[in-house]
């Protein structure tokens, strides 16, 4: 119960336990490290509101154990040493159970590897996909306390690799940011694609947060490729997709998921993306994706439903919420062990809102199993943390994203076996 935080006024963690009703000053603070500045700002602040309306949603169901749930967030600028002293912070300082974040790789490896692991306290990530994170899981050094919700690049790029061929993308030039995402996003792609008989006339990695990538346009255009493959964030991407198109590139694009995103279909120029495709995790809409894509704007001030990283950072939220709630103490343990109980195989079908997360607690405290199926869709964790898919398949015309296919994990599997 050490993890508990009260204002001034709350009551005693036994008293809050004990009675619920009296409890309103009782709080749950867990910690929320994310880029809210920098090169993938624009990920991190539709991420902090998303989690935000998450724990607005679970709150005014009911709260955990009594007590509201709120967030301590903390702006990691993009940054990986940022995002650890914020998360040292939190953790030796707050004494909080549950990180959610980072977003990007490059900040939630360090995390985990710093922070987080040592002192075992929960991390779940929205959005980091690196590859990296299963193999430290792999390797015994997670200490059991990662969980995502985006799949990751090990798969997604062989799904794009696929999806590219597909749609008759057979030369590509890849432009991808210099950090753990990108080198790994292009790594799996590579391999894949190249075995499927594309062939990629250049990679060019880029440093992030620069004013002008003219340099690196031209320099990805040698070899007369057909295509860019971009793998990046939103405000870098749509500056290296208009010096592409500035500098003569073809307008075919390949995206990665950052860019499945209204805001960077109006950067760049709705014109120029009719022939842009792209790769997301996710699977059909379900009633928590109505629920999300209806109310989100109004909540967070005027964000975008489709922001990058806003649909999985609200599930991360949720899911965290549940597992507090569903664990038997406010502990990093307990709420370790819980959360894939609240995506259980065989629980009753939980989604998102106010009325559904009721309706989970009601379940809990019956002691019955729930199934949080998310924004993104129904989803369970392997040993490491780590969601299976499926993915998405979708293209932008006349400035909307639209989805035009799905790609289950087992297809993934068996174009890997199949190309080994």
């Known amino acids: 119960m050490k993890r508990l935080m009260f204002s001034a006024a709350a009551v005693c963690v036994v008293a809050a336990?004990?009675?619920?009703?009296?409890?309103?000053?009782?709080?749950?603070?867990?910690?929320?490290?994310?880029?809210?500045?920098?090169?993938?700002?624009?990920?991190?602040?539709?991420?902090?509101?998303?989690?935000?309306?998450?724990?607005?949603?679970?709150?005014?169901?009911?709260?955990?154990?009594?007590?509201q749930l709120v967030t301590d967030t903390r702006d990691s600028q993009s940054q990986g040493?940022?995002?650890?002293?914020?998360?040292?912070?939190?953790?030796?300082?707050?004494?909080?159970?549950?990180?959610?974040g980072g977003i990007i790789s490059s900040e939630s490896i360090p995390i985990l590897t710093s922070v987080t692991a040592p002192a075992g306290v929960v991390q779940v990530s929205p959005a980091s996909s690196s590859p990296t994170l299963t193999a430290l899981c792999r390797a015994?050094?997670?200490?059991?306390?990662?969980?995502?919700?985006?799949?990751?690049?090990?798969?997604?790029?062989?799904?794009?690799?696929?999806?590219?061929?597909?749609?008759?993308f057979k030369r590509i030039a890849i432009i991808d940011v210099n950090n753990d995402f990108g080198v790994n996003m292009v790594k799996e792609f590579s391999a894949a694609y190249t075995k499927l008989g594309g062939t990629i006339t250049s990679t060019t990695p880029y440093?992030?947060?620069?004013?002008?990538?003219s340099a690196e346009a031209s320099a990805a255009m040698s070899g007369n490729p057909e295509a860019l493959y971009l793998v990046s964030y939103p405000v870098d991407g749509a500056t290296i997709a208009r010096a592409w198109i500035s500098e003569g590139g073809p307008q075919k694009f390949l995206l990665n998921d950052g860019m499945n995103s209204s805001d960077f279909i109006n950067a760049v120029g709705a014109r120029y993306l009719d022939n842009a495709y792209g790769t997301s995790s996710g699977t059909d809409e379900t009633a928590s994706t109505q629920y999300f894509y209806t109310n989100f704007k109004s909540f967070s001030g005027g964000i975008a439903p489709d922001a990058p990283a806003a649909d999985r950072s609200y599930d991360?939220?949720?899911?965290?919420?549940?597992?507090v709630a569903k664990a038997a103490k406010v502990d990093p343990a307990?709420?370790?062990?819980?959360?894939?109980?609240?995506?259980?195989?065989?629980?009753?079908?939980i989604h998102a809102g106010r009325d559904e997360f009721a309706e989970a607690l009601a379940l809990i405290a019956d002691g019955?199993?729930?199934?949080?199926?998310?924004?993104?869709?129904?989803?369970?964790?392997?040993?490491?943390?780590?969601?299976?898919?499926?993915?998405?398949?979708?293209?932008?015309?006349?400035?909307?994203?639209?989805?035009?296919?799905?790609?289950?994990?087992?297809?993934?599997?068996?174009?890997q076996s199949s190309i080994k």
């Open 17 to 67: 336990l004990a009675k619920p009703a009296a409890a309103a000053a009782c709080h749950i603070t867990v910690g929320v490290v994310m880029p809210l500045t920098g090169p993938a700002g624009a990920y991190g602040q539709a991420g902090a509101k998303a989690v935000d309306m998450a724990f607005r949603d679970m709150n005014a169901a009911g709260g955990a154990h009594g007590c």
């Open 81 to 100: 040493n940022v995002a650890v002293d914020q998360a040292t912070q939190l953790v030796d300082i707050k004494k909080v159970p549950v990180i959610i």
């Open 140 to 168: 015994g050094k997670t200490n059991g306390v990662f969980f995502r919700t985006i799949t990751s690049d090990a798969l997604q790029g062989t799904a794009a690799a696929k999806f590219a061929i597909d749609e008759g």
């Open 207 to 213: 440093n992030p947060n620069q004013s002008s990538y």
């Open 316 to 323: 991360a939220g949720a899911i965290v919420a549940l597992a």
């Open 334 to 349: 307990a709420i370790k062990a819980a959360i894939p109980e609240v995506v259980a195989r065989d629980g009753t079908p």
């Open 368 to 415: 019955k199993p729930i199934r949080y199926e998310g924004v993104i869709g129904p989803m369970e964790f392997d040993q490491c943390g780590d969601i299976t898919g499926p993915f998405r398949l979708w293209r932008i015309q006349s400035g909307k994203v639209t989805t035009i296919g799905q790609m289950s994990a087992e297809d993934v599997s068996k174009i």
